[in-house]
């Protein structure tokens, strides 16, 4: 069965004394839910989270890691250090990642191995850009991109990767694909993996929306069938704006 989930990607966003903030803000004020609650703060921070979030039913994870196991990569973080410290859960492929760090989906599916390898779980974020809607060819880049990154995995791989599709489009510039959009494709999704690793895979790997979600539409993208959650930019810096999104479901 799969989960609903909400992770809060903070980007390089708050310091540490804020992020200890946050997340005792997060901590006092969350309700009891059957839903997930992911935070990812900057790498600084990340064990000062683990060490707030213990005992709070609160998953931390690291926004990036290498696909190395070490050596001579000067500001690059290791999956071993990230598990040393408590951090399990690691966001890969992330659109600012894609563009602004150029990472392909071929050096993604190492950075996805090497996370399976230490025991990860993987969210994977893919998406079309605007320009790819607009010739009505989103469907093929968001094809091409989970088969070039992930459909090398074998069947057991899949109970540590949570998907999150991001419509690149909608991402800080206050655009939201519109519920029905969103169930479009994450339909489509989990129909490709059906095709590729049948049935059971594609009914229990848990899909998240990345465009925008907001407290006020929040409800309505969570109804729909094939939307486990979401993955959060904006929004998860405030404890309220946060927390109102986690009980959408």
Not at 61 to 72: I, R
Not at 130 to 156: C, G, M, P, T
Not at 172 to 179: F, R
């Given at each position: 069965?799969?989960k609903?989930?909400?992770?809060?990607n903070?980007?390089?966003?708050?310091t540490?004394?804020?992020?200890?903030a946050?997340i005792?803000e997060?901590?006092?004020?969350?309700?009891n839910?059957?839903?997930?609650?992911?935070?990812?703060?900057?790498?600084?921070?990340?064990?000062?989270?683990v060490?707030?979030s213990e005992?709070?039913?609160?998953?931390?994870?690291a926004?990036?890691?290498?696909?190395?196991?070490?050596?001579?990569?000067?500001g690059?973080?290791?999956?071993s250090m990230?598990?040393?410290?408590?951090?399990n859960t690691v966001?890969l492929?992330?659109?600012?990642?894609?563009?602004?760090?150029h990472?392909?989906?071929?050096?993604?599916?190492n950075?996805?191995?090497t996370?399976?390898?230490h025991?990860?779980?993987?969210?994977f974020?893919?998406?079309?850009e605007?320009?790819?809607?607009q010739?009505?060819n989103?469907?093929?880049v968001?094809e091409?991109?989970?088969?070039d990154?992930?459909?090398?995995?074998?069947k057991?791989?899949?109970?540590n990767?949570?998907?999150?599709?991001?419509?690149?489009?909608a991402?800080?510039t206050?655009?939201?694909a519109?519920?029905?959009?969103?169930?479009?494709?994450?339909?489509?999704?989990?129909?490709?993996?059906e095709?590729?690793y049948g049935?059971?895979v594609a009914?229990?790997?848990?899909?998240?929306?990345?465009?925008?979600?907001?407290?006020?539409?929040?409800?309505?993208i969570f109804?729909?069938?094939?939307v486990?959650?979401?993955?959060?930019?904006?929004?998860?810096?405030?404890?309220d704006?946060?927390?109102?999104?986690?009980?959408?479901?």
């Amino acid at each position: 069965m799969r989960k609903n989930i909400v992770a809060g990607n903070w980007k390089m966003h708050k310091t540490h004394s804020e992020t200890i903030a946050l997340i005792e803000e997060i901590v006092l004020k969350k309700q009891n839910t059957s839903t997930e609650i992911i935070v990812a703060p900057t790498f600084v921070n990340l064990q000062t989270a683990v060490t707030i979030s213990e005992g709070n039913n609160i998953t931390v994870a690291a926004q990036n890691m290498h696909q190395a196991e070490g050596g001579a990569f000067t500001g690059e973080i290791s999956a071993s250090m990230l598990t040393n410290i408590g951090v399990n859960t690691v966001i890969l492929g992330h659109s600012e990642r894609r563009a602004y760090f150029h990472e392909t989906d071929a050096l993604l599916a190492n950075k996805v191995d090497t996370a399976l390898k230490h025991n990860m779980r993987v969210i994977f974020c893919f998406g079309e850009e605007l320009k790819d809607r607009q010739i009505n060819n989103h469907f093929n880049v968001v094809e091409y991109q989970l088969r070039d990154a992930l459909f090398h995995l074998q069947k057991s791989d899949w109970s540590n990767i949570i998907l999150a599709y991001e419509p690149v489009w909608a991402i800080g510039t206050g655009e939201t694909a519109s519920p029905e959009q969103a169930q479009e494709m994450h339909a489509f999704i989990r129909s490709l993996i059906e095709k590729v690793y049948g049935n059971d895979v594609a009914e229990n790997v848990s899909i998240l929306y990345g465009g925008s979600v907001k407290p006020e539409n929040a409800k309505e993208i969570f109804s729909k069938k094939d939307v486990d959650g979401g993955l959060i930019g904006g929004a998860a810096l405030k404890a309220d704006d946060f927390l109102a999104i986690v009980n959408g479901f």
